[in-house]
């Protein structure tokens, strides 16, 4: 049985903008981004919004259903009561194209900044061997459909554009630590963690984790460990002795 909701929808560019108020009818097992689709096709025809699968997989549907990070495409309607009024807003941490859309570029500007996975010179094809157990380490963070929702959360950007240039924020942490735990790859990336991708700015308050749509657990499997690596080389004496003599 449908029913009569109520939606409050943020309508504007990146010179103003507002909450506008819609009533929408909603169909048993219906998700939000089939509302904001149904908004666009019977009263707002202009409503942008940036979606791709409907299947949870492309990471292009973000945006804070009642202030909470989510993917349109995966926020149920059956998780509000009908007489609740459903507030749809673009992800705050970055800045707004027009309304349900944000300029995500940060990100990949991030992406770029982390050297890409370094094998030892010479490794030749069918050289390239690792354990079972390396392998399914980084399985867990291969699942990422960069979203960017734990970007979204993360409260060092969240509220502190000032700290967007020298943090790289969850999700490239966790790529960081990725390659550190590959036992082929080679790069320094314990002090650049620190110096260049802000690993000391994160206080591990697992938003980030909470958020993820993948349950990846970017905060104990990558960014404590990550943390822990950085803190071996830079406090142990032994460890650090070892990284002097053996360099990893
Ligand atoms: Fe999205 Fe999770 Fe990847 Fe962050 S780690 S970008 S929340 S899938």
Redesign the pocket.
């Known amino acids: 049985m449908g029913y009569d909701a109520k939606f409050r929808i943020w309508r504007g560019d990146t010179d103003a903008g507002g909450l506008e108020d819609y009533t929408v009818v909603v169909n048993e097992g219906e998700v939000v981004l089939d509302i904001i689709h149904r908004l666009q096709a019977t009263q707002a025809p202009d409503l942008a919004v940036r979606w791709n699968c409907k299947a949870g997989k492309c990471?292009s549907c973000s945006a804070e259903v009642n202030g909470r990070p989510k993917l349109l495409c995966m926020t149920r309607m059956s998780t509000f009561t009908e007489d609740e009024v459903v507030t749809v807003t673009p992800m705050r941490t970055f800045p707004v194209i027009r309304d349900l859309v944000t300029d995500v570029s940060f990100n990949y500007a991030k992406a770029r900044e982390i050297q890409s996975f370094t094998p030892p010179e010479g490794l030749g094809p069918g050289e390239y061997r690792m354990k079972q157990v390396d392998v399914q380490r980084s399985q867990e963070f291969r699942k990422?459909?960069?979203?960017?929702?734990?970007?979204d959360t993360c409260h060092v950007v969240r509220d502190h554009e000032e700290n967007k240039q020298n943090f790289a924020g969850?999700?490239f942490l966790?790529r960081v630590a990725e390659l550190d735990m590959h036992p082929l790859d080679v790069a320094e990336r314990r002090d650049t963690a620190r110096t260049e991708h802000g690993l000391g700015l994160c206080n591990i308050t697992k938003c980030?984790t909470d958020?993820?749509?993948?349950q990846?657990k970017?905060t104990d499997n990558a960014l404590i460990p990550m943390k822990e690596r950085v803190a071996d080389r830079h406090y142990d004496p032994l460890v650090w002795l070892g990284n002097k003599l053996f360099r990893r």
């Not at 990422?144 to 970007?151: K, N």
């Not at 958020?211 to 993948?214: K, L, R, T």
């Open positions: 990471g990422c459909i960069e979203c960017f929702l734990c970007q969850p999700r966790m980030c958020v993820c749509p993948e990846i970017i």
